[in-house]
């Protein structure tokens, strides 16, 4: 699910390296605008992942508080007499599983050990590209370090291979299995074939382009030209890019971060909590069902003394 | 023959026919002797005057008793409903109370399907696909992808996700809406948070707050009548007044103890709530509370305020409103009161209900401490409070837990501290814990029993929790032993009793069913005859 954010680094610093000043210098014009195209289409899907993330994060950062509705994985405060008075989970603890989740896919091991087989190279082969992209093309950018090419190219590759072993085995796990396939749209598989082949694309455009002997930033900004294979890689990115901020990856967010699993956040008397709960308590209630009196807060149902009397089934 | 499966889109096809059709053949085996393995048709059909006048079209079960449409405008309209209700469930201001997790359910599930294992009606139904846990889900993904997004209509033929919204859709939903106990193991398996049982919920909310259609045992006879008479039982105040009192006799009778109930005790430290079910069908349960707080000093009382003596909020299974109603209005009884907190007695979803959902309800002077018996149990136990013999408890006793307690409250660990104390041949069901198996009655299946609804609920969501019973007696299997299922919930207990009923395990394998409390008393040294009656109730 981290797939895309790794493929982004890659091509915008190979991109970037590779200015549209060097392949001016080429005195081909028509590869200059074509580059310039491309290099539009890359700032711009990374400006569209940044604006659309943030929107959805907002979105959800400004939804209202909802009623809580956790489970718990073990015993709770709950088991005290006096758990009101009580500190509730620290935020440690609620990101020890997170970690654990996050690097180890946890739960996918204990619950559904067979798609985990895939899933946890994939992962882990993302979680290096992350890191590739990091030590090879931005830390340089920062600080004064010289990579080694041998192993820029090793690890690269490595966390490529794994990715992409990881890929095609859920690719063809997706495709084979009665469960999995079930309910699983079409258009995903496309995915996971796209996935692939940004993968493969980015494997060959640093293998084949820059070869064994894997240029440091300084020799990149000075003379490497642009090959195909680097603005197809760019260009998949974008797609990628593009599609950032409707996957997954922002689910994941959520998923940890939202105060919807593990939120076990109590309503303290004058607590900031509480004002919020008072002013939804505010809103007018519109539901239609012959139950709800027309014209009602939800404040005035705990009011009300002859209250929900009316019947409900009128259909 | 293998069945022809059921896909997503089906759920709108066929009018008149039903999808599912469930056989003794299909449903899991169960470990115990084949004179009381399924039948062939373990759900009696409807009769053909219950089948014209109500849905049934999804497995041949009436759970909700929704009414057929007596015209095509008819259908018409509440398919408009439907679509108006859908609208106000995906906006903030009109669900603010649940709307971050629905939203969240709804797009996180990357349909890996680990949350199927996980589901016991999915299981133990032979794995039938209406009940899979995502399938309802994915059925209200693709309305609202199709129905409330622009293009949406395109887009589902481009992508192979079509389905058509029209009354066979809506009314199949509204009975899938009661085919899961929401019981949330899938929500706890699935890696991404996704809450089916959340969505179910919301459907349920939906059909109930918009559309007007819910199950008369949860709504009519169940929050409607509490609100109006004081409880989900019907039971007036004067009618508990003579319950208490014949329950004082009973006390005295069993245990030679006089001792007085207390009532409307201002200032007490405890409101004591239990589930009204228990004045009727576990007096036992009330009267061992009675017994065990009269021999502590603990200083609490009852209310025979209107809904001030029923513990029960059905509306956190299917309605905003009513659960705002009344976990408000047992907030305002413990207030006038004064007591310093409410203590919940044995009785799961009112336990969620008042301690957890309800913390973003109450404010101000109506945000009083509430907590649950069991924590306050632990302590008479396990800090000597009072003098029990565990030699008293000799017989195999197996725990349940109520999914709103443990996995849903994470109260895991006092009910086992005790037990171990005072039940020598105390042990455990597996899965057991937070991965425990509901009881088949959750959400308000307990409650229900209309048309073939019983039969559903005893063929198909309580039958894993009937395997782990049985699977835990196993090596003790001989009806000349007696055996204990200590269910500490009310709904639990009616749906264990209807359980162990259907196939007569009292006779066959001498289990019985009850509460914890009832253990701790029959265990008290000072009690000359044990508490327990071992005679089927």
């Given amino acids: 699910m981290i797939l895309e954010a790794c493929e982004i680094a890659g091509a915008a610093n190979l991109l970037f390296w590779n200015s549209p000043r060097q392949v001016a210098e080429s005195k081909k014009g028509d590869r200059i605008v074509f580059l310039y195209i491309v290099v539009g289409i890359y700032y711009g899907s990374i400006a569209f992942c940044v604006i659309a993330s943030l929107v959805r994060l907002i979105k959800f950062a400004v939804a209202p508080i909802h009623l809580r509705w956790e489970f718990y994985r073990t015993s709770s405060l709950y088991e005290l007499s006096d758990w009101w008075a009580r500190d509730h989970v620290r935020l440690v603890d609620k990101l020890k599983p997170v970690v654990l989740e996050i690097l180890f896919l946890r739960d996918y091991y204990i619950r559904n050990r067979g798609l985990w087989y895939f899933l946890f190279p994939f992962h882990v082969g993302i979680y290096l590209l992350i890191l590739w992209h990091i030590w090879y093309l931005v830390l340089p950018m920062i600080v004064n370090i010289r990579v080694d090419p041998f192993w820029g190219l090793m690890w690269g590759h490595v966390a490529t291979v794994l990715a992409s072993i990881g890929g095609l085995g859920i690719l063809v796990k997706r495709m084979t299995d009665e469960d999995l396939r079930a309910y699983y749209p079409s258009i995903h598989y496309l995915k996971w074939v796209f996935i692939l082949l940004t993968l493969f694309g980015g494997f060959y455009a640093v293998h084949c382009c820059l070869g064994a002997s894997m240029p440091s930033i300084e020799e990149a900004e000075i003379g490497l030209y642009p090959p195909s294979s680097i603005v197809i890689h760019a260009l998949l990115s974008s797609a990628w890019l593009i599609y950032l901020p409707f996957s997954h990856i922002l689910r994941l967010f959520f998923r940890y971060y939202h105060h919807v699993r593990w939120d076990d956040v109590p309503n303290v008397r004058g607590s900031g909590l509480e004002r919020k709960v008072k002013r939804l308590l505010d809103q007018p209630v519109r539901w239609s069902a012959p139950h709800i009196p027309h014209g009602r807060k939800w404040e005035d149902f705990s009011s009300e003394r002859e209250q929900g009397t009316e019947g409900s089934r009128n259909t | 023959m293998k069945r022809k499966k059921i896909r997503v889109e089906d759920i709108g096809k066929g009018r008149n026919e039903q999808l599912l059709t469930i056989t003794g053949e299909d449903v899991m085996p169960l470990p115990c002797a084949p004179e009381n393995g399924d039948c062939q048709q373990p759900v009696r059909p409807l009769t053909e005057e219950q089948r014209s006048g109500y849905e049934c079209s999804l497995d041949g079960v009436s759970a909700v008793g929704i009414p057929k449409p007596k015209s095509k405008e008819e259908e018409d309209r509440l398919v408009q409903r439907f679509l108006d209700g859908l609208r106000k469930l995906l906006s903030q201001k009109d669900n603010w109370t649940f709307w971050q997790q629905l939203v969240l359910a709804l797009e996180n599930c990357v349909r890996c399907q680990t949350c199927s294992e996980a589901c016991p009606i999915y299981l133990s139904s032979g794995k039938q696909e209406i009940y899979r846990p995502t399938y309802r889900a994915e059925v209200l993904r693709r309305i609202i992808r199709k129905y409330m997004r622009k293009g949406g209509g395109v887009l589902a033929k481009v992508t192979g996700e079509d389905i058509e919204l029209n009354w066979a859709t809506i009314a199949r939903l509204a009975e899938l809406a009661y085919r899961c106990t929401m019981c949330r193991r899938c929500a706890q398996w699935c890696p991404l948070g996704s809450d089916n049982g959340l969505i179910t919920r919301e459907l349920r909310k939906l059909f109930s ?160 401490p509430r907590e649950s018996a069991l924590p306050l149990l632990e302590d008479l136990v396990c800090n000597g409070k009072i003098k029990l013999d565990p030699g008293r408890n000799d017989f195999p006793v197996t725990l349940h837990d109520p999914c709103n307690m443990v996995r849903l409250m994470g109260i895991v660990e006092p009910q086992r501290r005790i037990l171990s104390r005072i039940c020598p041949q105390f042990r455990e069901m597996e899965p057991h814990g937070v991965d425990n198996y509901c009881c088949g009655g959750g959400s308000g299946f307990a409650i229900m029993s209309s048309m073939n609804f019983q039969d559903w609920k ?80």
């Fill in chain 2, 209 to 368: 707050q918009e559309m007007g259609i819910a199950p008369r045992e949860i709504h009519e006879s169940g929050t409607v009548q509490q609100l109006k008479v004081g409880s989900s039982t019907g039971i007036t105040p004067p009618a508990l007044e003579n319950i208490i009192s014949f329950m004082e006799e009973e006390i005295e009778e069993k245990t030679g103890k006089k001792i007085k109930i207390p009532f409307d005790r201002e200032g007490a430290d405890i409101l004591l709530l239990h589930n009204a079910g228990e004045f009727i069908s576990w007096p036992e349960s009330v009267e061992a509370f009675a017994i065990l707080f009269d021999a502590t000093d603990i200083s609490w009382t009852l209310s025979s305020e209107l809904v001030g003596y029923d513990a029960v909020n059905y509306g956190v299974w299917y309605d905003d409103v009513q659960l705002v109603r009344i976990a408000t209005k047992h907030a305002q009884v413990a207030k006038e009161l004064g007591v310093k907190r409410i203590n919940v007695g044995e009785c799961g979803h009112a336990h969620k209900a008042l301690l957890v959902v309800a913390d973003r309800i109450l404010t101000g002077d109506l945000n009083i």
């Fill in chain 2, 458 to 537: 005893e063929t198909v969501s309580g039958r894993m929790k009937l395997k782990q019973i049985l699977e835990a007696f196993q090596d003790v299997i001989d009806p000349g032993i007696h055996k204990y299922v200590c269910a500490p919930c009310s709904n639990c207990k009616g749906q264990i009793r209807d359980l162990l009923n259907s196939r007569g395990a009292w006779e066959n394998y001498g289990i019985l069913y009850g509460g914890l409390v009832e253990l701790m008393v029959n265990a008290m040294v000072d009690l000359e005859k044990p508490f327990i009656a071992w005679e089927w109730r």
